[in-house]
Nanobody
Framework: VQLQASGGGSVQAGESLRLSCAAS????????MAWYRQPPGQQREFVAT?????????RYADSVKGRFTISKENAKNTVYLQMDNVKHEDTAVYFC?????????????WGQGTQVTVSS
């Protein structure tokens, strides 16, 4: 499975940005899709996740609750992260992650990362 992330860039604090990540390749189903981020000099951290199929249950890190929204398009195997009212501390490389089912196993894949820079 390959993940192609896009939508990163430079914005001012208080503005909005939308990230996209499309999954392609050979798999039977997607169990969940998620976004993580790695701020400069820090470890990768969880941002948000959404369950696969028709469920669509979401969960967010406390730091982004109420500002970020994760969503998906099942037909396109694509996950989005709508980032509103961004803050300087949202500056990071954002990675998409997918858990998928193939050949009897649940597997994980990571995207290449997209840079988000927020100027205060």
């Amino acid at each position: 499975v390959q993940l192609q992330a896009s939508g990163g860039g430079s914005v001012q604090a208080g503005e909005s940005l939308r990230l996209s990540c499309a999954a392609s390749g050979n798999f039977e189903s997607i169990n969940a899709m998620a976004w993580y981020r790695q701020p400069p000099g820090q470890q990768r951290e969880f941002v948000a996740t959404i369950s696969g199929g028709n469920d669509g249950t979401t969960r967010y890190a406390d730091s982004v609750k109420g500002r970020f929204t994760i969503s998906k398009e099942n037909a396109k195997n694509t996950v989005y992260l709508q980032m509103d009212n961004v803050k300087h501390e949202d500056t990071a490389v954002y990675f998409c992650n997918v858990f998928y089912y193939k050949d009897g196993l649940t597997r994980a894949a990571w995207g290449q990362g997209t840079q988000v820079t927020v100027s205060s």
